[in-house]
């Protein structure tokens, strides 16, 4: 008998969503064979089987949030083996956990109800309801438990919880120095019935999580630069026309991944990451770029850029591009890279300022290309004139070292030969 664990589908991963099972109770599997998908943040993996055998029981039910790392998900029987007792599956969910609070009771509880709480006197209260009440700002003590022999349960925290006026839990989460509790909508007045509501998956709730750290936390601030690229465009041309035999087709966010990532070799000190032992300095420019995807953002990453010519970037951008879209990357595909390039330029937008992808010292946003009025020596002329702006960790990229970083950056959009030398 073999039991089938969550996988690990990356170095951080600590949960996912079991999001569907491709085999049910009865069936036999072969080793390699696909049984399931695991949805993490990023993207969803199938997961094989490494044994083969007759599948026993399914552990965690398809659709099922949170699953940890390494938890039994089924159980598998070789030819020879004999069911086993069945074990309880793992919890999935509050629910779960409250439900076995009445057989924890008898275990532990003694015979008489507790009185209330003194200083130093231990709260019987279940491990939901103590980390609900934390998360609510409440203090236990001042909570009368209806569970059996006085405990405090889940239902005892949100009574209380009602009584509470909406900013005490965010002032008591700001002065423990954690994140302000975002009010529900009906908190904020809005009514119920009058909006659709879109469950967050697993992707978005990463997402909200990561920027608001990042946006918090990172002390950051923007440079922003004008380029022209007249010179680019002709230069796409006369590059798309040589590589057209081959069904290459360069694109200005390709020019732009290149010349990032020769910036990044000529200005090392932006090509770096701040961490509590010290400022990394990256060997290779592994310039991530921000792809959007139904529910989200993924960034895929072109590893060791500044290596790779203006065709080799070209077929891995729209590779990766696509598969992320697809949702097929792997976890070393997108996780990791020392810079990040965002483009919004097809979709018209003249400039905007992008959050930091930690653990990334820069992120760099890049606008539309449109003819502007220009002064030429004097003179009012006209030329394609694209924005970007770099959003530093002061941490890590000081003003200076930003504003060095766009003058090489600069300089090669605008006269891409130089990138090519």
Known sequence: M???????????????VLAKWHVKVGDVVSAGQVIAEI???????????????????????????????????ARLAGDDAAPAPKKDAPKADAKAEEKAEPKAEKAEAPKAAPAPAKDG???????????LAREAGLDLKSIKGTGPRGRIVKADVEAAGKGVAASAPAAASAARGEPRQVLSLAQQGIPDGSYDLVPLDGMRKAIARRLTDSFRDVPHFPLTIDCEIDGLLASRAKVNAVLE??????SVNDFVLKASAMALKAVPEANASYSPEGIALHHHADVAMAVAIDGGLITPIIRKAETK????????SKDLAKRARDRKLKPDEFQGGTFSVSNLGMFGIKAFASIINEPQ?????????EQRPVVKDGQLAIA????????????????????????????????PVTMLA
């Open 309 to 316: 010519t203006l065709s080799q970037i070209a077929t891995e």
């Open 361 to 369: 010292g820069a992120i760099m946003s890049v606008g539309a290309g």
């Open 2 to 16: 073999t039991d089938i664990l969550m996988p690990a589908l990356s170095p951080t991963m600590e949960e996912g």
């Open 121 to 131: 006197e231990r709260i019987f209260a279940s491990p939901l309801a103590r980390r």
């Open 245 to 250: 035999k081959d069904g290459i087709k360069v």
């Open 384 to 415: 394609t004139v694209m924005t970007v702006t770099l959003t530093c960790d002061h941490r890590v990229v000081d003003g200076a070292i930003g504003a060095k970083f766009l003058q090489v950056f600069k300089a090669m959009i605008e006269d």
């Open 39 to 73: 949805e993490t943040d990023k993207a969803t993996m199938e997961v094989e089987a490494v044994d083969e055998g007759e599948v026993l029981e399914i552990l965690v039910a398809e659709g099922t949030e949170g699953v940890k790392v390494n938890t039994p998900i």
